[in-house]
Nanobody, 125 residues
Framework: QVQLVESGGGLVQAGGSLRLSCAAS????????IGWFRQAPGKDREFVAY????????YYADFVKGRFTISRDIAKSTVSLQMNNLSSEDTAVYYC??????????????????WGQGTQVTVSS
């Protein structure tokens, strides 16, 4: 089992930056992939970024390419999402999720087994 806790959300002006963190615990090995998703009010949860267990595969949704960067610190069991040049369209609750079965690159919520509670990101225009 994997417990995930997101942090780093908050209120930022358009054009600003935030760095989200996902801290994992409860598993002795780091053999799990991490995905970031977001959900805006009234919308479905959507894929943002993916990083494989050893960071050799990284994948982004088209709408964040060039603005967001996902990274992983295995020693600290954390995955970060650096978000730059934010716009009001990025306002959402951001979730990290763990895929412990190492499926192919997961872009759907159903590809993941464990979820954090989410952290709110609000971008003011």
């Amino acid at each position: 089992q994997v417990q995930l806790v997101e942090s780093g959300g908050g209120l930022v002006q358009a054009g600003g930056s935030l760095r989200l963190s996902c801290a994992a615990s409860g598993r002795t090995s780091s053999n799990y992939a991490i995905g970031w998703f977001r959900q805006a009010p009234g919308k479905d949860r959507e894929f943002v970024a993916y990083i494989s267990w050893n960071s050799d595969i990284i994948y982004y949704a088209d709408f964040v390419k060039g603005r967001f960067t996902i990274s992983r610190d295995i020693a600290k069991s954390t995955v970060s999402l650096q978000m730059n040049n934010l716009s009001s369209e990025d306002t959402a609750v951001y979730y990290c999720a763990a895929d412990v079965f190492l499926r192919t690159v997961g872009i759907r919520p159903g590809d993941y087994d464990y979820w954090g509670q989410g952290t709110q990101v609000t971008v003011s225009s």
